[in-house]
T-cell receptor
């Protein structure tokens, strides 16, 4: 079953604007990661945030995590045409078996309009 | 160059035939994973391996089989028992099977069964 649900499913913005995507998950986690996938390609890791962190930055990326609401957001500032891709969150649910697996969400398809 | 390779990029098979997808990594990673992605959806875990000669079922293992005889290689066989095998298959690896390690993905194999 899908642990994460991204919102919105699709987003189109003008180049230069900021893009915000949200991820909600169901069970308590240790870590949350964000990945990008260009059409027809493999995924590329963007950023990881631990459950005891609230915000993290990497270049034009800003990730927040609210464990009380079981949600995370990914903000891409000053978007570029090259940011056009699908973005997925992935979580490792706390379980008796250890956090061996990542469970991926359904993804947000981001289109940057030049 | 370090990375993960998957071959072939496109694969066509007749219904009722088994087919094996290749995945090789030279990152010296212990953990390897196989995911399935259907159009417009997220990734679902088929199998994963934490170490050579060991593997565990993921969420959708029925109709698939794997082996891990070498650290570098984690081939996936799609058997005739898989009811709906047409999909995009992604292989990934990480230093270890823990949620705080990023996963590195191959370029994927698109399998079409008719």
């Amino acid at each position: 079953s899908q642990q994460g649900e991204e919102d919105p499913q699709a987003l189109s913005i003008q180049e230069g604007e900021n893009a915000t995507m949200n991820c909600s998950y169901k069970t308590s986690i240790n870590n949350l990661q964000w990945y990008r996938q260009n059409s027809g390609r493999g995924l590329v890791h963007l950023i990881l945030i631990r459950s005891n962190e609230r915000e993290k930055h990497s270049g034009r990326l800003r990730v927040t995590l609210d464990t009380s609401k079981k949600s995370s957001s990914l903000l891409i500032t000053a978007s570029r045409a090259a940011d056009t891709a699908s973005y997925f969150c992935a979580t490792d649910a706390i379980s008796n078996f250890g956090n061996e697996k990542l469970t991926f969400g359904t993804g947000t398809r981001l289109t940057i309009i030049p | 160059d370090g990375g993960i390779t998957q071959s072939p990029k496109y694969l066509f098979r007749k219904e009722g035939q088994n087919v094996t997808l290749s995945c090789e990594q030279n990152l010296n990673h212990d953990a390897m994973y196989w995911y399935r992605q259907d159009p417009g959806q997220g990734l679902r875990l088929i199998y994963y391996s934490q170490i050579v000669n060991d593997f565990q079922k993921g969420d959708i293992a029925e109709g698939y089989s794997v082996s891990r005889e070498k650290k570098e290689s984690f081939p996936l066989t799609v058997t005739s028992a898989q009811k709906n095998p047409t999909a995009f298959y992604l292989c990934a690896s990480s230093i270890a099977a823990r949620g705080y390690y990023e996963q590195y993905f191959g370029p994927g194999t698109r399998l079409t069964v008719t």
